[in-house]
């Protein structure tokens, strides 16, 4: 119950007004969410809890906006702002992925390591990014991966008759 309420306030954290959100359902530690006023539709997981100290909220989605022809983009909010110029490196299971990013936030360099990073996250058991903070101190977030493709899939039919 504890980790529902913790997407459903990643949820809130989302720039848009919570008002406009309708749920698509709850996958294990993954939420789905439709917004058609803008449109688009998300998959939302908040990272493995950690009593280290944190500058952001961290969590991870996977969006989809129609009117805009982009489809399963990643996206992940840190737990601290990064470094100018750090590293981020994400970790698949077995794979490895440099992001690019900056501030608290973090995405996939190109589409075809977008698609690669959200086929990896289908058949994994979690994933994490590594960087190094302001202060030049190295730090991760982690999040399961259980539930992840159903939000994912939920959040695409959610958004496929939103033109």
Same mark, same amino acid.
């Given at each position: 119950?504890?980790? @529902?309420?913790? =997407?459903?306030?990643?949820?809130?954290?989302?720039?848009?007004?919570?008002?406009?959100?309708? !749920?698509?359902?709850?996958?294990?530690?993954?939420?789905?969410?439709? %917004?058609?006023?803008?449109?688009?539709?998300?998959? =939302?997981?908040?990272?493995?809890?950690?009593?280290?100290?944190?500058?952001?909220?961290?969590?991870?989605?996977?969006?989809?906006?129609?009117?805009?022809? @982009?489809? *399963?983009?990643?996206?992940?909010? @840190?737990?601290?702002?990064?470094?100018?110029?750090?590293?981020?490196?994400?970790?698949? /299971?077995?794979?490895?992925?440099?992001?690019? /990013?900056?501030?608290? %936030?973090?995405?996939?360099? %190109?589409?075809?390591?977008?698609?690669?990073?959200?086929?990896?996250?289908?058949?994994?058991?979690?994933? &994490?990014?590594?960087?190094?903070?302001?202060?030049?101190?190295?730090? &991760? *977030?982690?999040?399961?991966?259980? /539930?992840?493709?159903?939000?994912? %899939?939920?959040? !695409?039919?959610?958004?496929?008759?939103?033109?």
């Amino acid at each position: 119950m504890k980790r @529902l309420i913790s =997407i459903a306030l990643a949820a809130a954290l989302m720039p848009m007004p919570a008002h406009a959100r309708e !749920s698509l359902g709850m996958y294990a530690t993954w939420g789905a969410f439709r %917004d058609p006023q803008v449109p688009r539709c998300y998959a =939302i997981a908040m990272a493995v809890p950690s009593t280290l100290r944190r500058d952001y909220q961290p969590y991870a989605t996977v969006g989809t906006w129609p009117k805009r022809s @982009l489809r *399963n983009q990643v996206h992940f909010r @840190l737990s601290r702002k990064m470094a100018k110029g750090a590293k981020i490196v994400l970790r698949i /299971g077995g794979e490895r992925f440099e992001l690019t /990013g900056g501030g608290g %936030d973090a995405w996939a360099a %190109d589409r075809k390591m977008n698609a690669a990073i959200v086929a990896a996250m289908r058949s994994a058991g979690r994933m &994490s990014v590594h960087s190094r903070d302001a202060t030049g101190r190295g730090f &991760s *977030n982690t999040w399961p991966l259980a /539930g992840a493709a159903s939000a994912m %899939d939920a959040a !695409s039919i959610g958004c496929a008759r939103l033109r």
